[in-house]
């Protein structure tokens, strides 16, 4: 999906990367990060952000939940992390990083809230009123307040098959009634995903129904007398996006994920202000038939993987179609569509979403001053190697 744009733009990662892996350096099924890129497309994102007064979580579990690549965004300015679920909460909390925003597409368990709040976390999305009383109870022994955001749905708004939930504008009135009985617990924002996202017919983002469900939420609670503080507009953001957001000023915070490595759709089809700095690493493990096979491990079934680059030098490489696994099958080789060299190194560009991978992640740095430095390398769940 994005080796044409990384050949195009970043050709200097591609390079660098196959004389590692032939060197010996980077093994295969790894996940290899530009980050001297990452952090440049990072401080354009936060820029924009900044002149629209938008504050920036970042998403980081499509890269592995890497603890180094939150610090160096919290030193650019970014206000803190929005985990996906507890796991990487844990990641972020055991890395000393800050919780911006926590609960959105799955909830904490009831058994982990305490040490969520005990932690500290600006606001905590709830799509239950028992998710809700936890949260009291656990702040009133705790003796602490908690800001939290009420995740909404509308009728006509885009729900992944995996994410359902929410509150429908009609039972906000009966929450805010039922809420204050709570005294620990302030309704301060809301929330929906996506808000935003990548259209194939307009070949643009666009803003979903899901921003119109919210900006009516919040309407409706500050009608009950809620002081809403927070309105969150995640997905697809980048530079590009958070100019559509100008449209939209009750936006106060974004949560840019692919945007910080240049992959969004939108990045695949656009000359845009971030690079493309991430690739995968594989390496061909055997010929069969007339095609080759490469190792696998970071299948992610909505990567839209379509071609390889082969060979073992830059120089050298050839394009190859890349032949998928079933989709009820483990990825344990990718194949190809022509007979290539055991050991020669393989490099694709597609969507990824490491933390459901086995994959590996490395960081580079120096690629673009012909001194690169491997900084770390972690894995799939944000732990040093």
Known sequence: MFLEKLNQTNPQLIDTVVSLHQNGQILPDTFVVDVD??????????????????????????IGRNPYLAKELEKIGYHGAVVVDFKEAEVMMKNHLHLAHV?????????YIEKIIAYGCDYITVYSFEKLMQIEQACAKLNQKQKVCIRVIGNNDLIY????????????????????????????????????????????????????????????????????????????????????????PEITSAEPGHGLSGTTPYHAHHQTNEIPCVLYLSEVSHNLDEKAYIYGGGYYRRGHIQSCLVGNTYASMTLDKVVLPNMDSIDY???????????????????????VTRSDVCLLKGVHTGHPEIVGLYDSFGGKK
Do not use: W
């Open 103 to 111: 609960g959105h597409l799955v909830q904490i368990p009831t058994g």
């Open 161 to 248: 098959s995996g994410q359902t939930a929410g509150f429908y504008l009609h039972q906000l009135e009966e929450l805010v009634n039922q809420a204050k009985q709570f005294t620990h617990i302030e309704i301060a924002g809301v929330d929906s995903f996506p808000c935003f996202l990548y259209d194939e017919k307009t070949n643009d983002i666009q803003p979903q129904e899901n921003l119109k469900t919210v900006l009516s939420a919040k309407q409706i609670l500050e009608n009950l007398g809620c002081h809403i503080t927070n309105v969150n507009a995640p997905s697809a953001t980048c530079c590009h996006t958070i100019e559509k957001m100008h449209a939209y």
């Open 333 to 355: 080789h990718f194949g190809l569509e022509h007979v290539h060299s055991v050991g020669d190194t393989a490099i694709m560009a597609f969507r990824f979403q490491v933390f």
């Open 37 to 62: 890129q990452f952090i440049a497309n990072a401080k354009q994102i936060y820029e924009a952000a900044c002149k629209q007064n938008i504050k920036l979580y970042y998403m980081l579990k499509q």
